[in-house]
């Protein structure tokens, strides 16, 4: 929708909304600091309404519970948007949500629409080169058409993707003029009273599998091609998937009571089991707040959302009441999703550093469920995703193609990285190149690509169960990657380790795959070491070969942020690392000086290697691949960079990694610094780094500023972030400036003398700048708000047309029948392939599990000390309802089993009435080091944790890239590893053996 890592608001905004809906987020449970916040905004007079299965710890603080069956919100929401067009677009046009709607979301563009049999279906964006007055522009593939309301001309509007990545700069703003001549104009809207002909058009309900037709305004457009083409508004098309009729012709709904209609109130309670009356009450008590406050209506989401397989279109569904009702980029309104400390403020300098860009370092930066579902053998167990996943019944074919066949797809496409990458060393492969007679990069990079066409070469994704393409090392740094963060456990345990498991599952995935290799026999224990870097003795360290203890808060110099509150905060050193500890930056920086001495030996001169890098956000490979096609079937040239990943060649020199590690390369200087789009020059910053010869190394006679010193790593992203250095925030907005042709560096008057050190941090908290890398304005004491940039100084998003994304026109979206919002029920679990062996003896029953984030601790860690096991039973319990377990002859403190065919987790029942009938919680995250006894059902093996009944599903549509903010960045985009969706099988223990 915006092309953003979940930017959001600080919680100190919270008490600007009038109207806060917490839905997914149990913020009493896990925002213990911020929930205040909550509380006060309704003392002050806010509605507030928590939407939850379960009556949560929010749910108290709360004027109105919203009782919705797990995973059914988006229903809820479609209802709510339904209303909202009927009675404030149609019925009466507010007049602040019109002019909303008009510039900062994409409703006034064309749409195509293209013949299916006696109807027509939403197609593809239409492109400025396919007509005449527009063929010869620049990027015309990626600027797009509306109408001039007041004289009907085809505009092209400022702010596309094409504008952005055009080489004349100052056509990037949000202004309602023509690209191509500056003139003004007014988006047309709706053709309703203005049209060439009512054309029957699909739009399909997921809940009833009913193809509906109904009738939207067109108009005809004559392309380059002579083609007359129909034409319809975004905004025409929404009313027509969400079932407004406005007196057209088709299968409308009769009104909100008409149950068998998409969308309308009556519909939606099939789904939710909540009144049509509270979600008509609901939409128009936000849609009249949104309009009396311009936007002051917020939702607040936890990861609870994030983890359904559908949970994209739960976030589209309620993101649409809030478009339609002016609430993003407004202080107290916004989307506002929070996950742990996700922001990571000052990632203009950090990420450089980071990744080791500053010496010229191309970092291989993974996505990680498409890694664990590929490597721990996940995939093997998967059925077709298409079984599960809703598709039209008319979709092409790739729409039916299995996850594994996807992600395949998504790697050779550059959509996706995946490492390893080839079935062969990439340093031999280099080396070969050479030997048939590459000079250049540009040679090694054709040898590449010959010997991928040719099947010499393949990728390892291709085939992960050749030992050749197994993973050998993994590194485990301050994450229980092996419990808390193990989506599919067991099956870790299984093929990484090959150590004791309790996954009895068949591997079903032979019969569906068609490109990816399938092995007959599984391989098992695939990793030959496993380190982890930890201050605890977690699952994780329990099952690795080296503990490498290190420093928690207190014992080290770090910097924390969050996207909470707009402060940078130091962890500093109140007592030294216990016993052998070292700090993260002692340990990595003892790994490099190893590796660097041992290369004196293995690798004394440089070698080359080659790394595949996806095509890009934030760069122009989001304008390279306009059509979904896969050069591997001949449907077009494999061209790096295109069609396919990038190549990119580069010498490492091992010996120096050590070197590298302890200095701050003079890339920084020579490339500048910068995030999300925006670049700033920083060379002077770095000179004046040199000159404090204290902090300074010498590398073979050169100087360098020094990180060796975990405060001097600090110093460094602090003296060279915009959010901590006014001298270079200027100078970001002034290339924001050249690129938009907005006035822009205003916003930076006032903070051009403010520089924030570490020891100003330790000091004093210091608020950090407003910055053109994020899109919040916080001037003048102003509270966080994302996309407050782009509402008040027309800055566009870095999306697709530049706008807020109602329709999603990617073949990829189009093919899954996801273009427009839409309602997918959840995964049946008959199909699903959570219990296809386990066998139900009678004593026990099914239930969804859900697995929020849990209280007084962070994911596993803190949870585990003698005092707090004391308070929470010793252990983390199944929450389950008193008539579930009343059935089962369970008791509250019961020993239960709760298991499927992935895994087992034993633990006691928590009896209560707060949890609804068919449904089961165990919240976030069990450890094996304590109460774990040994399963029933699982012949006497010990039982695991929360993760041992998940096992990975991707969903195909969030693999896609190289199409506007549909393009890979690390953190960014990629397929969630959803778990929401399981089912498991609850039964009481007969006899309780540890």
């Not at 009782?67 to 209802?79: E, I, K, L």
């Not at 012949?939 to 998940?950: D, L």
Request: proline share 5%; aromatic share 10%; with cysteine.
């Amino acid at each position: 929708v915006w092309g953003e890592q979940t930017d959001v608001c600080e919680s100190a905004d919270w008490y600007n909304s009038k109207f806060i809906v917490s839905m997914g987020a149990n913020l009493g449970m896990t925002r213990t600091p911020d929930i205040h916040f909550f509380s006060e905004a309704r003392h002050n007079g806010s509605k507030t309404v928590v939407m939850s299965p379960d009556f949560s710890m929010v749910a108290k603080h709360a004027d109105q519970w919203i009782p919705a069956h797990a995973g059914s919100d988006g229903a809820f929401w479609m209802a709510v948007t339904h209303v909202i067009l009927k009675e404030w677009h149609v019925d009466k046009q507010t007049p602040y949500f019109m002019d909303y709607v008009k510039r900062y979301t994409d409703s006034p563009f064309l749409v195509r629409l293209d013949k299916k049999g006696d109807h027509f279906a939403p197609g593809r964006l239409m492109r400025a080169k396919e007509v005449n007055e527009y063929k010869n522009v620049t990027n015309g593939d990626w600027k797009f058409l509306m109408a001039d309301a007041a004289t009907g001309a085809l505009i092209t509007p400022k702010g596309t993707m094409g504008y952005r990545w055009d080489e004349q700069q100052g056509n990037w703003n949000l202004k309602f003029e023509n690209g191509t001549d500056n003139r003004a104009y007014d988006p047309e809207l709706t053709f309703l009273n203005k049209h060439d002909e009512v054309l029957q058009v699909e739009f399909l309900d997921y809940g009833h599998q009913h193809l509906a037709k109904r009738g939207v305004p067109v108009r005809y457009i004559t392309t380059v091609d002579g083609e007359r083409v129909p034409v319809a508004t975004i905004y025409d098309i929404t009313m027509g998937q969400y079932g407004v009729g406005r007196g057209l012709a088709g299968e409308y709904p009769a009104d909100y009571n008409d149950k068998n209609a998409s969308y309308t109130p009556a519909w939606q309670e099939i789904f939710t089991g909540i009144g049509r009356n509270t979600a008509i009450k609901f939409a128009r008590e936000w849609a009249g707040t949104a309009e009396a406050t311009k936007g002051r209506c917020m939702v607040i989401v936890g990861a609870a959302i994030n983890h359904w397989f559908h949970g994209n279109l739960m976030y589209r569904s309620a993101i649409m009441a809030q478009m339609l009702t002016g609430c993003n980029g407004r202080n107290g309104g916004g989307m506002n999703h929070y996950v742990g400390q996700e922001k990571l403020a000052p990632v203009d300098s950090w990420g450089t550093i980071m990744s080791g860009k500053d010496h010229g370092t191309v970092p291989r930066l993974q996505q990680a469920p498409i890694w664990h579902y590929i490597n721990s053998s996940q995939w093997r167990y998967d059925n077709n995703q298409a079984d599960y996943n809703s598709v039209p019944n008319d979709a092409n074919p790739l729409a039916r193609k299995h996850s594994a066949d996807w992600v395949l797809m998504s790697v050779r496409n550059g959509w996706m990285p995946f490492f390893p990458q080839y079935n062969k060393s990439n340093l031999d492969i280099a080396r070969d190149a050479r030997k048939e007679g590459a000079q250049t990069e540009a040679d090694i990079r054709d040898y590449v690509v010959r010997k991928l066409k040719s099947k010499e070469l393949d990728y390892s994704v291709a085939d992960p169960d050749d030992p050749i393409n197994f993973p050998r090392n993994w590194f485990i740094w301050r994450g229980n990657a092996l419990m808390s963060s193990a989506k599919g456990h067991e099956y870790m345990l299984n093929h990484y380790l090959g150590t004791h498991h309790n996954d009895i599952a068949n591997e079903v995935a032979g019969e569906y795959v068609t490109d990816i290799k399938y092995r007959e026999k599984s391989p098992s224990g695939k990793m030959d070491l496993v380190v982890d870097i930890n201050f605890r003795m977690d699952t994780s360290a329990l099952y690795s070969d080296i503990v490498l203890p290190t420093a928690s808060w207190y014992e080290k110099a770090d910097l924390n942020s969050t996207d909470m509150h707009s402060f940078i905060h130091p962890l500093s050193e109140a007592v030294p690392p216990v016993w052998e500890a070292k700090t993260d930056w002692q340990i990595f920086q003892s790994i490099a000086k190893k590796v660097s001495e041992m290369a004196k030996t293995h690798f004394p001169a440089p070698v080359t290697d080659i790394v595949n890098v996806a095509l890009s956000h934030d760069s122009a490979d989001e304008i390279t691949q306009p059509r979904l096609l896969d050069w591997t079937k001949g449907e077009c040239e494999p061209i790096p960079g295109k069609t396919m990943h990038k190549i990119v060649v580069i010498d490492r020199d091992y010996t120096q990694i050590h070197n590298k590690f302890i200095t701050l390369g003079e890339g920084v200087a020579k490339q500048g610094l910068g995030a999300h789009g925006v670049k700033y020059e920083c060379a002077d910053v770095y000179q004046e780094m040199l000159e404090k010869k204290n902090h300074v190394q010498v590398v073979d006679g050169k100087e360098y500023p020094s990180l060796r010193e975990d405060v001097e790593a600090c110093d460094a992203v602090l003296k060279l972030s915009t959010l901590t250095n006014g001298k270079l925030n200027m100078r970001g907005y002034q290339m924001l400036e050249k690129k938009t042709g907005l006035a822009l560096t205003d916003l930076a008057e006032g903070l051009q003398a403010v520089r924030i050190d570490y020891k100003d941090l330790q000091t004093r908290p210091h608020r950090y700048n407003t910055s053109a890398v994020w899109s919040g304005l916080m001037n003048d004491g102003r509270a966080y708000a994302a996309y407050t940039f782009q509402v008040d100084r027309l800055v566009p998003w870095r999306t697709l047309t530049g706008r807020q994304h109602i329709y999603m026109d990617h073949d990829g979206y189009i093919m899954f029948g996801e273009h427009l919002p839409t309602y997918k029920p959840s995964p049946l679990p008959q199909v699903y392939g959570d219990i296809r062996k386990t066998v139900n003896d009678g004593k026990a029953r099914m239930l969804n599990c859900l697995t929020p984030h849990g209280k007084w601790h962070i994911h596993s860690t803190y949870g585990d000390t003698l005092r707090m096991l004391t308070l929470s039973r010793g252990m983390e319990p199944c929450w389950m309802s008193e008539k579930d377990a009343a059935d089962l002859g369970i008791k509250d403190n019961d020993w239960v089993e709760v298991y499927n065919d992935h895994g087992v987790y034993c633990t006691r029942a928590c009896v209560s009435s707060r949890i609804p009938r068919g449904v089961c919680i165990v919240y976030h995250s069990p450890e094996r080091t304590y109460t774990v006894p040994k399963s029933q059902v699982r012949g006497g093996r010990r039982a695991g944790g929360h993760n041992s009944f998940t096992r990975v599903h991707l969903k195909p549509s969030l693999m896609v890239g190289g199409y506007g903010q549909f393009s890979f960045h690390f953190n960014y985009w990629g397929p969630v590893g959803a778990n929401r969706d399981t089912h498991v099988l609850v039964r009481k223990m007969e006899k309780v053996e540890f």
